[in-house]
């Protein structure tokens, strides 16, 4: 799977867009971008996840560059909530090897 | 919304014993998955199935075993409990078909701490 790359943290105000950026370099032509969050104490939560086209969902919209090297995440109207670690993962699903690998993830901090 | 739920949010058992994790999905999904998440270290993939009765080790299975009965159902079992297995579980689910364009559904974890 290629790797990512994500600043360690960021925070933004409550109310207004957080961009969160991930680079992905490496990847490949039949990997997808997935973002997850997890909040203290609970399981990681999907977010949204693309291939090449930009997605948007009820929660968030997936940004990815058309070389797709990189991506960004965008919530647009950030609140106390929203407060989590970030997961930008690249990843191929192959079979027997079906996993996520979750690196270190972007803190995300919204303040009031 | 998919719902995956862990029988216990906290476990506290002694060291030797036979320990169960249960997990339920109720989504009809064909693939569940066993995590272990430990600070530094990410999650790591200990055992995945894709249908009833059949069962793939991931990348850290030594001292786990699972088992897959029934579609909704998927446990987890250490055989033998150490204190190295002390650590957050995560359990997860997904659709069948095209794995890579299926997201991975989680539950809130339980939080084993073995003395």
């Known amino acids: 799977d290629a790797k990512t790359t994500q600043p360690t943290s960021m925070d933004c105000a409550e109310g207004r867009a957080a961009n969160l950026p991930c680079n992905h370099s490496t990847i490949s032509g039949n990997e997808y971008v997935y973002w997850y969050r997890q909040i203290h104490s609970q399981g990681p939560q999907y977010i949204i996840h693309g291939l090449k086209n930009n997605e948007t969902n009820e929660m968030a919209s997936l940004i990815i560059t058309e070389d797709r090297k990189s991506s960004t995440l965008i919530l647009p109207h950030a609140t106390l909530r929203d407060t989590a670690v970030y997961y930008c993962?690249?990843?191929?699903?192959?079979?027997?090897?079906?996993?996520?690998?979750f690196g270190k993830g972007i803190t995300l901090s919204v303040r009031p | 919304d998919v719902k995956v739920t862990q029988s216990s949010r906290y476990l506290v058992k002694r060291t030797g014993e036979k320990v169960f994790l249960e997990c339920v999905q109720d989504?009809?999904?064909?693939?569940m998955f066993w995590y272990r998440q430990d600070p530094g270290l990410g999650l790591r993939l200990i055992y995945f199935s894709y249908d009833v009765k059949m069962k793939e080790k991931g990348d850290i299975p030594e001292g786990y075993s699972v088992s897959r009965e029934k579609k909704e159902r998927f446990s987890l079992i250490l055989e033998s409990a150490s204190t190295n297995q002390t650590s957050m579980y995560l359990c997860a689910s997904s659709l069948w078909g095209d794995m890579s364009n299926q997201p991975q559904h989680f539950g809130d974890g339980t939080r084993l701490s073995i003395l």
């Open positions: 993962i690249v990843s191929a699903y192959t079979g027997a090897n079906s996993k996520l690998t």
């Open positions: 989504m009809d999904h064909e693939n």
